[in-house]
């Protein structure tokens, strides 16, 4: 069954501090991994496209990265206003469907 | 550009009623499927239509449908409302199937 995993559920860090989020899938015929900012109340806003492995986006603070397996939202020098849930999604199947992750709630305190 | 717009913003209803849910994707965009999220499950698929043709469709009950039509804008339709309907149901648009989905705001249904 295709399937995608965000690790950690929730992450706390202080201003300034960097640290990593994940994404690790197992699907079939991947075609595209996406990452998503949800703030509360809100829709998800489209962050990265990665396709293939090896590949590595950057916005500000963020970048992401891609492997065979899994993907990293790596968070530079993290500002309160980062604060959100981080979604990971992944593109596959036979009829390229989007299989979302349930998402790593992260807390930056000033 | 207008971001994807989702109407009504916030619903009740009581079981057994039927709903239905209205997006304006991005203009120029012809792809958009539809998602419920709940706090437990996520984002969960429903459908995703293309140039109003239904190209996928997720593992939902038959209460749940949805439609496109020529303008792109799409509607999506639950019938008989169970308590476990409750939820936030967002709609994105994309340029075409393979293209990064851009979500509305989500329409928060309350089943009672």
């Known amino acids: 069954e295709d399937q995608v995993t965000q690790s950690p559920e929730a992450l706390r860090l202080q201003e300034g501090e960097s640290s990593s989020l994940n994404c690790s899938y197992t699907?079939?015929?991947?075609?595209?991994l996406f990452w998503y900012r949800q703030d509360p109340g809100k829709g998800p806003e489209f962050l990265f496209t990665?396709?293939?492995a090896g590949e590595e986006k950057e916005k500000e603070r963020l970048k992401a990265t891609l492997t065979k397996k899994e993907s990293f939202l790596h968070i530079t020098a993290p500002k309160p206003e980062d604060s959100a849930t981080y979604l990971c999604?992944?593109?596959?199947?036979?009829?390229?469907?989007?299989?979302f992750g349930t998402g790593t709630s992260l807390t930056v305190i000033p | 550009k207008a971001g994807v717009t989702q109407t009504p913003r916030y619903l009740i209803k009581t079981r057994g009623q039927q709903v239905t849910l209205s997006c304006s994707p991005i203009?120029?965009?012809?792809?958009v499927s539809w998602y419920q999220q709940t706090p437990g499950q996520g984002l969960q698929f429903l459908f995703e239509?293309?140039?109003?043709?239904?190209?996928n469709k997720g593992n939902f009950p038959g209460r749940f449908s949805g439609r496109q039509f020529s303008n792109s804008r799409s509607e999506m339709n639950v019938s008989t409302l169970e308590l476990g309907d409750s939820a936030l149901y967002l709609c994105?648009?994309?340029?075409?199937?393979?293209?990064?989905?851009?979500f509305g705001p989500g329409t928060r249904l309350t089943v009672t």
């Open positions: 203009s120029g965009h012809r792809s």
């Open positions: 699907v079939s015929g991947l075609r595209g």
């Open positions: 994105a648009s994309s340029l075409a199937p393979f293209y990064e989905q851009y």
């Open positions: 239509y293309f140039s109003e043709t239904q190209r």
């Open positions: 999604a992944v593109q596959a199947g036979i009829g390229n469907q989007f299989y």
């Open positions: 990665l396709y293939s």
